[in-house]
């Protein structure tokens, strides 16, 4: 009998991400805002999330923009961050979560340096005020074929202090839409 390897957290983002952008309403809504060329909807993209979250099978518990404290030893300046999502998998331990930031940009790079960047503040967090047992950053960018998105997010990465570590990184295109989406 060959034991079920149990499902980590990249998997189970992985799985999330990828039904999120299997939904024929997304890549529609993708495709209008492509060729309507239209800016600033990270809003949009993070209530569809939600939306998507609640409609979900795996029922997560999740949450919008929670604060949560900075740990002052590392964040002088400010004090809370509140990532946009905080997320439990139901059978999950009650007290344990995963942090999500979400991100939107007309250059590619740009909205892999604003992930990484995130990724730096949501490591700034108390550890005591809620266990975060990782950190994700989701990202969706205009991109060609030409595009090698491992080598843009391991620069990336690399450029804040962060190992790149590929079995951790998911980075596609959304297909029938002139976008992708990556993962880290």
């Known amino acids: 009998m ?4 149990p499902q980590t957290d990249f998997d189970y983002m992985q799985n999330l991400v990828e039904d999120f952008f299997k939904r024929a309403s997304i890549k529609s809504a993708l495709r209008v805002i492509a060729n309507q060329s239209i800016t600033g909807w990270e809003v949009w993209f993070q209530i569809e999330f939600a939306r998507f979250l609640t409609e979900h099978e795996s029922e997560p518990e999740w949450l ?35 942090a999500l930031e979400m991100k939107q ?10 992930m990484a960047a ?16 990782s950190i994700w950053a989701l990202g969706v960018f205009p991109t060609d074929e030409d595009s090698n998105l491992e080598e843009m997010i391991q620069t990336k990465l690399e450029a804040i ?6 079995d951790r990184v998911l980075a596609a ?3 029938k839409t002139p ?6």
């Open 105 to 114: 940009h007309a250059q590619t790079g740009n909205c892999l340096s604003n």
């Open 173 to 175: 295109r959304i297909n």
């Open 2 to 5: 060959t034991m079920k390897k």
């Open 64 to 98: 919008r923009e929670y604060p949560l404290e900075y740990d002052w030893r590392k964040e002088k300046h400010r004090s809370y961050f509140k990532p946009d999502f905080i997320i439990r998998k139901k059978g999950w331990a009650l007290d344990r979560y995963i």
């Open 118 to 133: 995130d990724l730096v503040k949501v490591a700034r967090i108390r550890e005591s005020q809620l266990n975060v047992r």
């Open 179 to 184: 976008f992708s989406y990556a993962l880290f």
């Open 161 to 166: 202090g962060q190992s790149y570590y590929s």
